[in-house]
């Protein structure tokens, strides 16, 4: 069961919303596996900032957290299901900005969008799949603790001949340093996660 409570503040040059997501779970099973019962509530903060009255520029930022549960077939699935997986609780900060501006060039309308994010985020008992030895036999577990800092940058341009052609090009580039801080006496502690690229684009 879900519960969400919202509210959303509008004024011209600054928007803000701020949500609540309360999460009842019950999870029921038999034959010796264990039963769980969660709650757990979740705050939001959206903060968007528009100084220019054309709206060209737009600077945003989050802070929010989240709960996800384990999947049917995280949990069960045939030699890859654990039924021991725990939620995955994580803790997320986000500030980033936005332009567009658009202009016309012999007869040409175009049209670019720049913007950047830089983001902090915390997960406690992330779910990840991870190899287990025998190939094709993959397994889910939690990892204790991750850290995850990055930027990503995009930009897209369109332009428009006339009335009947749209044509549009986007580039996205993201570097993400996600590392394991769960125990310092593991040979992998701060290293990158499985199967989180560091670099991707």
């Given at each position: 069961n879900l519960v969400a409570m919202a509210t959303a503040l509008d004024l011209c040059h600054l928007k803000v919303q701020a949500s609540a997501l309360s999460s009842f779970i019950h999870d029921h099973t038999r034959d010796g596996h264990p039963s769980a019962s969660?709650?757990?509530?979740?705050?939001?903060l959206f903060i968007n900032l528009l100084p220019f009255a054309d709206q060209r520029l737009t600077i945003?930022?989050?802070?929010?957290?989240?709960f996800r549960m384990p999947t049917f077939n995280d949990l069960y699935y045939t030699d890859m299901g654990n039924a021991m997986l725990r939620p995955e609780r994580a803790t997320q900060y986000d500030i980033g900005l936005r332009s567009r501006n658009q202009w016309n060039m012999h007869g040409w309308k175009w049209t670019l969008e720049l913007g950047g994010d830089t983001y902090y985020n915390t997960t406690r008992d992330k779910i990840i799949a991870y190899p287990k030895g025998q190939q094709f036999r993959w397994t889910m577990l939690n990892l204790g603790k991750v850290r995850a800092i990055g930027a990503e940058a995009t930009a897209a341009a369109t332009c428009q001949p006339n009335a009947d052609?749209?044509?549009?090009?986007?580039?996205?580039?993201?570097?993400?340093?996600?590392?394991?801080?769960?125990?310092?006496?593991?040979?992998?502690?701060?290293h990158q996660i499985p199967y989180i690229p560091r670099h991707s684009g």
């Amino acid at each position: 069961n879900l519960v969400a409570m919202a509210t959303a503040l509008d004024l011209c040059h600054l928007k803000v919303q701020a949500s609540a997501l309360s999460s009842f779970i019950h999870d029921h099973t038999r034959d010796g596996h264990p039963s769980a019962s969660y709650r757990r509530l979740t705050p939001a903060l959206f903060i968007n900032l528009l100084p220019f009255a054309d709206q060209r520029l737009t600077i945003h930022a989050y802070a929010k957290q989240s709960f996800r549960m384990p999947t049917f077939n995280d949990l069960y699935y045939t030699d890859m299901g654990n039924a021991m997986l725990r939620p995955e609780r994580a803790t997320q900060y986000d500030i980033g900005l936005r332009s567009r501006n658009q202009w016309n060039m012999h007869g040409w309308k175009w049209t670019l969008e720049l913007g950047g994010d830089t983001y902090y985020n915390t997960t406690r008992d992330k779910i990840i799949a991870y190899p287990k030895g025998q190939q094709f036999r993959w397994t889910m577990l939690n990892l204790g603790k991750v850290r995850a800092i990055g930027a990503e940058a995009t930009a897209a341009a369109t332009c428009q001949p006339n009335a009947d052609m749209l044509i549009s090009m986007q580039v996205q580039y993201t570097y993400q340093r996600a590392s394991d801080k769960t125990n310092p006496a593991t040979p992998y502690y701060n290293h990158q996660i499985p199967y989180i690229p560091r670099h991707s684009g």
